[in-house]
């Protein structure tokens, strides 16, 4: 007997003489017989869905510890860190799958961007950084994330939004009623979030768009979520023609006074230059700017000026970084295909200034 093989026997005959066994799978833990879940089918009678339905596929919904420790909030007085973030998002192969989106999907782009006033670059950077253009719309049971957090959200330090993710369950089962979905073969990410633009249930119904119109809104389908997005920005105030976001230089500024409004555009370019802030390019008269910081860890941190635009990009995900990220994005996917790139509509088109490009971004 070879010795790697008689060494295999004789570890397997010790592993079995000492009695131990592999360890056990932990017990799935469902929502069967829990009250919260009972009261809630009751609960859904009310808003026209069938409690029976609701009650039976509640008692299969499992309660995920992954979900509630997704949840938890990043420790207090943690920095952010801009260039981390923004590598993970703006890369070649992420940036080579937008191409190939755009190239397939340029005349729902157009014709989004000039029907919202939406830039064909802002929505290419939302679906690529969401869910790098349909590749990735998450692995959890949509019922089961949204379950864990309305019954089970992990509450700390006075922070609960168990609410809000019972209200997006109820939406789920609407919209699942609606559309005649098995709402156990959802999927989507760890917090609910559904299709290529990660929508949560309640803005399927307030910002979904049927763009294909082919009865129905899907958003697995490249169209509807073109036309979703767009339509989610536009009735979030998107201003067409205003430029989301423009590199700016700081000479002996006044940052707390800057900084107060966070992300709030509340500063015209004169009051910009008088704090100490200069913008790299021209703003429109009047418009006015927010000094966003982009952290960088412990490192300085990076500036730009971001108008209502802007502004808008974070009622998406509250986040500066994911709104520099989706710019940064979008404009680089714009940017592999000249020809391509000049077909676009300038109906709703902005431009991006030094924001954008690695060369001559002063916060890249």
């Known amino acids: 007997?070879?010795?790697?093989?008689?060494?295999?026997?004789?570890?397997?005959?010790?592993?079995?003489?000492?009695?131990?066994?592999?360890?056990?799978?932990?017990?799935?833990?469902?929502?069967?017989?829990?009250?919260?879940?009972?009261?809630?089918?009751?609960?859904?009678?009310?808003?026209?869905?069938?409690?029976?339905?609701?009650l039976e596929t509640l008692s299969q919904a499992r309660k995920l510890e992954t979900v509630r420790r997704a949840a938890k909030p990043v420790p207090p007085g943690q920095r952010k860190n801009w260039r981390v973030?923004?590598?993970?998002?703006?890369?070649?192969?992420?940036?080579?799958?937008?191409?190939?989106?755009l190239q397939k999907h340029a005349a729902a782009l157009n014709q989004a961007s000039q029907?919202?006033?939406?830039?064909?670059?802002?929505?290419?950077?939302?679906?690529?950084?969401?869910?790098?253009?349909?590749?990735?719309?998450?692995?959890y049971r949509v019922v089961d994330a949204l379950a864990t957090l309305a019954f089970d959200f992990p509450v700390a330090e006075g922070r609960d939004r168990s609410d809000y993710f019972r209200e997006q369950l109820a939406q789920f089962f609407i919209w699942c009623d609606k559309e005649l979905c098995e709402p156990l073969s959802v999927k989507g990410s760890h917090a609910g979030a559904i299709g290529m633009p990660q929508f949560m249930p309640e803005n399927i119904h307030r910002f979904g768009s049927d763009f294909n119109r082919d009865g129905r809104i899907d958003l697995h389908d490249p169209v509807d979520a073109i036309g979703s997005v767009a339509r989610f920005l536009a009735l979030h105030g998107w201003v067409r023609q205003l430029v989301p976001a423009v590199s700016v230089e700081l000479v002996n500024a006044q940052l707390e006074p800057l900084l107060t409004p966070d992300i709030v555009?509340?500063?015209?370019?004169?009051?910009?230059?008088?704090?100490?802030?200069?913008?790299?390019?021209?703003?429109?008269?009047?418009?006015?700017?927010?000094?966003?910081?982009l952290q960088n860890g412990d490192a300085e941190s990076e500036y730009v000026l971001g108008s209502r635009?802007?502004?808008?990009?974070?009622?998406?995900?509250?986040?500066?970084?994911?709104?520099?990220?989706?710019?940064?994005?979008?404009?680089?996917?714009?940017?592999?295909?000249?020809?391509?790139?000049?077909?676009?509509?300038?109906n709703g088109k902005t431009e991006i200034a030094a924001s954008t490009s690695r060369e001559t971004c002063t916060v890249c």
């Open 115 to 139: 029907q919202f006033g939406v830039p064909v670059e802002v929505m290419l950077g939302i679906l690529g950084v969401e869910t790098n253009y349909g590749r990735d719309t998450g692995r």
């Open 85 to 101: 973030y923004r590598d993970r998002y703006v890369e070649p192969i992420r940036t080579r799958t937008g191409r190939e989106f």
């Open 1 to 54: 007997m070879p010795a790697i093989l008689s060494m295999a026997v004789s570890t397997a005959a010790v592993a079995g003489k000492s009695g131990k066994s592999p360890p056990k799978p932990l017990p799935v833990e469902t929502y069967a017989g829990r009250i919260e879940a009972t009261v809630f089918a009751e609960e859904m009678a009310a808003r026209g869905v069938d409690p029976k339905w609701v």
């Open 309 to 346: 635009n802007f502004y808008v990009l974070t009622r998406y995900n509250r986040s500066s970084l994911y709104a520099m990220a989706v710019l940064m994005l979008g404009w680089n996917v714009l940017a592999t295909d000249a020809t391509l790139a000049d077909s676009i509509s300038t």
């Open 265 to 293: 555009p509340t500063f015209t370019q004169p009051q910009l230059f008088y704090h100490g802030a200069r913008p790299t390019s021209p703003l429109p008269v009047w418009e006015k700017f927010a000094l966003v910081e």
